[in-house]
């Protein structure tokens, strides 16, 4: 079975432009969560999704939004990109009913940098 | 909101030696998870932590969590070069997101 999987894996984008990320959960994963990893430190929810809708938000502006399609796939969206938003993003899905009392696997992320 | 602090930031040790990370949290845990990050990878599940007191092992890895359920630590004994990465510890705020620690670097001198 394939893990979970994040496109694109690398990014460069412009001050102001607008960027989206996609992940696709391992199979039969219903939860999936997005964070950001700055270099140097450990990674920071986003969000997370479950059954299509949003079970919980992280201290980010409204710039950054996402969204849960009927297959679980999931995509996140920054509008207006700040440099501060260069970062790894990370998905993870996992296979319970969207808590985390079971382990995370994550995508291999998409490594953002924002000129 | 919950905090999770890890100590040390870095660690660089020969090869053969031990090495222990720890985590601490503000509140009281419902699991504690630990993740291993190679350089230029993604978190990696290692183990996940449930009972107070409780004490896993995998091969040279010894991970426990606290009576409390609010530290925990890491303890790798004969380190060797695969042992290289981050290690982040992480716990559960409610039902939305696991925080993570901000990760013990350990680097090794063969």
């Known amino acids: 079975d394939a893990g979970v999987t994040q496109s694109p894996t690398h990014l460069i984008k412009t001050r102001g432009q607008q960027v989206t990320l996609r992940c696709s959960p391992i199979?039969?994963?219903?939860?999936v969560s997005w964070y950001q990893q700055v270099l140097g430190q450990g990674p920071q929810f986003i969000f997370q999704?479950?059954?299509?809708?949003?079970?919980g938000r992280g201290n980010f502006p409204d710039r950054f939004s996402a969204r849960q399609f009927p297959n679980y796939s999931s995509e996140l969206n920054v509008n207006a990109l700040l440099l501060g938003d260069s970062a790894l993003y990370l998905c993870?899905?996992?296979?319970?009913?969207?808590?985390?009392?079971?382990?995370?696997?994550f995508g291999q992320g998409t490594r953002l940098t924002v000129v | 909101g919950q905090q999770v602090m890890q100590i040390p930031q870095y660690q660089h040790v020969q090869e053969g030696e031990d090495f222990t990370t720890y985590c601490n949290s503000s509140?009281?845990?419902?699991?504690i998870q630990w993740y291993k990050q190679r350089p230029g990878g993604h978190p990696v599940f290692l183990i996940q932590?449930?009972?107070?007191?409780e004490v896993k092992k995998q091969k040279r890895l010894t991970f426990q969590f606290g009576e409390a359920k609010k530290n925990s630590s890491l303890h790798i004994t004969a380190t060797q070069t695969t042992d290289v990465g981050t290690y982040f510890c992480?716990?559960?705020?409610?039902?939305?997101?696991?925080?993570f620690g901000q990760g013990t670097r350990l680097t090794i001198n063969p």
């Open positions: 199979s039969g994963h219903k939860s």
């Open positions: 999704y479950y059954e299509k809708e949003e079970r």
């Open positions: 992480a716990g559960p705020e409610g039902a939305q997101k696991l925080v």
């Open positions: 932590l449930v009972k107070s007191g």
């Open positions: 509140t009281t845990l419902s699991n």
């Open positions: 993870a899905s996992s296979g319970g009913q969207g808590g985390w009392d079971t382990e995370a696997f």
